[in-house]
């Protein structure tokens, strides 16, 4: 009995040792690592006067946050001087040229038109009054000479006096008309006008526009969540358009990664597209997969121990639903396979 006691002790005690081994032989954790990322600049898109500066190095910011200011007076005075000569052209308008309707330009061809229509109608007609008038004048002759009945005369003074009328009725036609292209005419000519105040106003509501985007440059802004790592302009100083004024680590997976330090005896496994599980110190959710996507050379750790450096992907994190993690994390990463 004593010696089956002994036989599993020792092949526990065997069992221990060799798990024990085993994890130091085959540890695939890494040494240490942490969260770290890359700075962007965020430059002013128009020169000016640093006024104020609303951050400092190492402090997180939020999407819109206000991080410096330039001096604004300038484009402030040109602002109020675009809305105002905005508000005089717009007093000059009626409203319904403020939309986008037809100048009325197409009406005149028309017109014309149809006067040139009733002209040539009108001249048709007179010739016809003039033979009307002339074929009565020589029937009544006639009439006089006792070559022609009296029914002729009646027959021709008919035909005469309809053709004044109908001789009557195209000069009304031509009248209106002319009246028609007249109107048409002028309605053009003024449209006209105010389709050129029009433009005026277009052109100076895109002044206004562009005023406006020039004034709101000069608040530089966070684009989004991050955290700023570098500020190398100050009060008082002239800041130049696209001048790299205030550096900012944004919190996306773009811009952040895991670096962690391996073994080097992990040289082997270590590859581009290793797989890797990563935990993060004060982290309240999962466990997070990745990928090595840089490996550098072998140099120390921070503790002091020979290591082989590379940089994990954060491949699974997922920034809307998950709680944030920042720059400066701790972190465990684990190569998924186990050295061959």
């Not at 100050?234 to 800041?239: L, S």
């Not at 890797?276 to 110190?281: E, F, G, H, N």
Request: net charge negative; hydrophobic share 40%.
């Amino acid at each position: 009995m004593k010696k089956l006691i002994t036989a599993v002790v020792l092949l526990t005690c065997a069992a221990a040792s060799f798990w024990i081994l085993r994890q130091i032989i085959w540890n695939t954790d890494s040494l240490e690592a942490q969260v770290e990322g890359s700075s962007v600049a965020l430059s002013p898109t128009v020169p000016g006067k640093v006024v104020s500066i609303a951050v400092k190095e190492g402090e997180p910011v939020f999407p819109g946050q206000e991080l410096y200011r330039l001096e604004s007076g300038d484009l402030e005075k040109v602002l109020r001087d675009a809305r105002s000569l905005l508000e005089s052209l717009a007093a000059s308008l009626p409203p319904e040229l403020l939309r986008d309707e037809g100048d009325g330009h197409e009406l005149v061809p028309l017109a014309r038109q149809e006067e040139d229509q009733a002209y040539k109608n009108l001249q048709r007609l007179s010739e016809a009054k003039a033979k009307a008038d002339f074929s009565l004048a020589r029937t009544r002759v006639q009439y006089n000479r006792g070559q022609a009945s009296q029914e002729a005369v009646a027959l021709a003074v008919d035909q005469a006096e309809k053709a004044e009328e109908a001789l009557a009725r195209a000069k009304a036609v031509h009248e209106a008309a002319s009246l028609a292209r007249v109107r048409a005419e002028r309605a053009t000519s003024r449209a006209g006008g105010l389709a050129e105040r029009l433009a005026l106003y277009r052109a100076q509501a895109g002044q206004v526009r562009m005023a406006e985007d020039m004034l709101a440059a000069t608040v530089i802004r966070a684009p989004g969540p991050g955290m700023v790592t570098r500020i190398t302009v100050r009060t008082g100083e002239d800041a130049l358009a696209g001048a790299q004024a205030i550096f900012v680590m944004p919190y996306t997976l773009e811009h952040m990664w895991v670096s962690a330090h391996f073994k080097p005896t992990l040289k082997p496994e270590l590859t581009i597209g290793s797989r890797c599980v990563i935990r993060l110190s004060g982290f309240d959710g999962p466990e997070l997969e990745g990928r090595i996507i840089d490996i550098f050379p072998e140099e120390q750790s921070s503790s002091g121990k020979d290591s082989l450096p590379v940089r994990v992907s954060l491949d699974t994190y997922d920034p809307a639903s998950m709680p944030a993690i920042h720059p400066g994390m701790k972190a465990s990463v684990r190569l998924e396979q186990e050295p061959k």
